[in-house]
Nanobody, 120 residues
């Protein structure tokens, strides 16, 4: 069964840090780019960060550059998002994503999401 399970969200004060994890199963994790998205109330889901299959290349939304770091451990089939210097505007549900190949089709796989709340 193809599955992504996020963890690590919570309530943190402005300026604080959190580390999100996303554990993958059911597909060849090391073959795919992995991404983190977020969705704040009343807003569209947006790409936060992505990392290629080997971890050799990453990209970030302008709003998180210099504060967030995406990484992966292919042996553990896990992707991480280290979030530092958090701001209230980072409050959102954070989702892990992979677009995988199943037969002749590309399938978008999403986790259930983990809530991040930045507030004093």
């Amino acid at each position: 069964q193809v599955q992504l399970v996020e963890s690590g969200g919570g309530l943190v004060q402005p300026g604080g840090s959190l580390r999100l994890s996303c554990a993958a199963s059911g597909f060849t994790f090391s073959s795919y780019t992995m991404s983190w998205y977020r969705q704040a109330p009343g807003k569209e889901r947006e790409l936060v960060a992505a990392i290629t299959s080997t971890g050799g290349s990453t990209n970030y939304a302008d709003s998180v550059k210099g504060r967030f770091t995406i990484s992966r451990d292919n042996a553990k089939k896990t992707v991480y998002l280290q979030m530092n210097s958090l701001k209230p505007e980072d409050t959102a549900v954070y989702y892990c994503n992979a677009e995988i190949r199943v037969g002749a089709a590309n399938i978008d796989v999403w986790g259930q999401g983990t809530q991040v709340t930045v507030s004093s």
